[in-house]
């Protein structure tokens, strides 16, 4: 595959985080500029993010730096939020993506991909769900 083919996806699909391979659904979401992460008892200390994913999903506790803080705009209110990097296997596509962590308990998805990571990787078909399950290698290409 060429590094400037978009490859299709659905409008949900699985995501495996990396390198734990912890697999979650997310919805694709190409009106949010920023992607999402449910991130539960959520402590930051000395710019290390510090979480835990739903127990539905494992429960796996994460420690990530911190690399940025976004103001997000809902229907609801503007709130701040802590950014992390992390690896993540869309379809068959090894990348990392800037997200934002939030307590996503009341939400359907754990995981928002919105433009930032769809823009250069991805097209959604929004008549499809899960049509690119995660087929990544062990390790991203150089």
């Known amino acids: ?25 997310a919805r694709i979401d190409t009106g949010a500029a920023y992607s999402s992460l449910d991130a539960r008892e959520l402590k930051i200390t000395d710019n290390m993010a510090e979480f835990k994913l739903p127990r539905k999903y494992g429960g796996q506790k994460l420690r990530l ?10 229907s609801e209110a503007k709130e701040r939020r802590a ?3 992390i690896d993540l296997c869309i379809g068959s596509r090894y990348l990392r993506g800037k997200v934002n962590l939030n307590n996503r308990s009341l939400v359907r998805y754990p995981m928002i991909i919105g433009r930032n990571i769809l823009r ?12 690119a399950p995660p087929t990544c290698p062990e390790e991203p290409s150089p």
Do not use: Y
Not at 7 to 25: A, N, R
Not at 65 to 74: D, K, L, N
């Open 1 to 25: 595959m060429e590094a400037q083919e978009k490859q299709t996806i659905g409008h949900v699909e699985d995501v495996i985080l990396m390198p734990s391979k912890i697999k979650i659904p």
């Open 120 to 131: 250069e990787n991805f097209v959604v078909d929004c008549m499809q769900e899960r049509c």
């Open 83 to 85: 950014v992390v990097e």
């Open 65 to 74: 730096p911190v690399i940025g803080w976004q103001t997000i705009r809902s």
